[in-house]
């Protein structure tokens, strides 16, 4: 059965993740800032959250730095630039891929690693982990899915 991306749904704890990243993200001064958000929302919920809290990754401050009001002001995304969006819309890609009949935590995660890059892993090394690791941690079932992509 064919989905348009736009049709496919989410699992509960995608929803969750991605509801409360849309009333925290986009109060980040900066991507390192919002890929923290991401993280901290993402231990929270679903298969992700399960191998977050196994890694050892609990609940902890926003570790981004304070920086001057015009470095903030250059790191800010340009007005209009809905990132949730854009890892809502890469995470259905991602769900479309593996042929998921909704989106899931997974798909989530896999989209901040193409949305953030970078960003995303030293949010991940900041608290104690690494993109390896944590897909290491994943159900077999969901790396096999992942691995066929």
Request: no cysteine.
């Amino acid at each position: 059965m064919e989905h348009s991306t736009s049709q496919l749904g989410l699992s509960e704890d995608a929803a969750i993740v991605l509801a409360l990243a849309d009333t925290a993200v986009p109060f980040a001064v900066s991507p390192e800032d919002e890929a923290e958000r991401w993280v901290r929302v993402l231990r929270l919920h679903g298969i992700v959250g399960t191998a977050l809290q196994s890694l050892g990754v609990g609940e902890a401050p926003l570790e981004t730095a304070a920086q001057p009001a015009s470095v903030r002001l250059l790191r800010r995304r340009p007005l209009g630039e809905d990132v949730v969006q854009m890892v809502t819309d890469e995470a259905r890609n991602f769900a479309l891929a593996r042929s998921a009949s909704a989106v899931a935590t997974v798909d989530v995660l896999f989209a901040l690693f193409v949305v953030y890059g970078k960003p995303f892993d030293r949010a991940l090394y900041v608290r104690g982990t690494t993109r390896e690791e944590l897909i290491e941690r994943l159900p077999a079932e969901v790396q096999a899915a992942v691995a066929a992509d």
